[in-house]
């Protein structure tokens, strides 16, 4: 998404608005597990402030991941204000947390993308409902066992402390 932005770099105080939707490459798959299936679509504006540009707007967009508990795949929406200050590329002391601008045209899709993953939630879940799914025979494990017919796996780091509970009925 490229934006012209020659009629507001010259003139302080000017403004454009910015309706866009696009395709952005850089997020279709993130940390290999998530990945943007359909066009991001930004709304808002960008206003001269004294030569620095001030974005602001909301972000929306569509991506695919998989549950964290059961693995199920699930569609959801990712909507995200966007509040960022952009510099001309030529100005000294750039850090690398600013976004840049250069000569007449400003492209939107990294600021999009850094600012898409950032927002990203850090787990998904696909219900409120979703369970542990039990490795033995792939049902969901409910309050106290999962349907197996075969005695529950004791997590190995945890084996001590069943010794304990053994040792202190056995007394």
């Known amino acids: 998404m490229r934006i012209d932005i020659s009629e507001i770099i010259k003139t302080p105080g000017a403004k454009i608005a910015i ?8 997020i279709n798959d993130i940390y290999g597990l998530i990945s943007v299936t359909g066009p991001v679509v ?37 909507q995200t204000d966007i509040d960022e200050d952009l510099i001309k590329e030529q100005t000294e002391n750039i850090n690398d947390d600013q976004f840049v601008y250069k000569d007449n045209y400003l492209v939107l ?39 197996c017919k075969d005695e529950q796996p004791i997590d190995p780091r945890l084996a001590v402390l069943k010794k304990l509970i053994n040792d202190d009925t056995e007394n």
């Open 42 to 78: 930004f709304k808002g504006s960008l206003i001269n402030i004294n030569g620095i540009l001030s974005l602001n707007g909301k972000a929306l967009c569509t991506y695919e991941t998989q549950c964290d508990i059961c693995g199920e795949k699930i569609t959801s929406k990712l």
């Open 19 to 26: 309706d866009e939707t696009g395709t952005i490459e850089d």
């Open 109 to 147: 899709d990294k600021i999009l993308s850094d600012i898409i993953v950032l927002n990203l939630p850090m787990s998904h879940r696909c219900s409120d409902k979703c369970g542990i799914i039990c490795s033995g025979c792939g049902k969901p494990v409910t309050g106290t066992r999962c349907g």
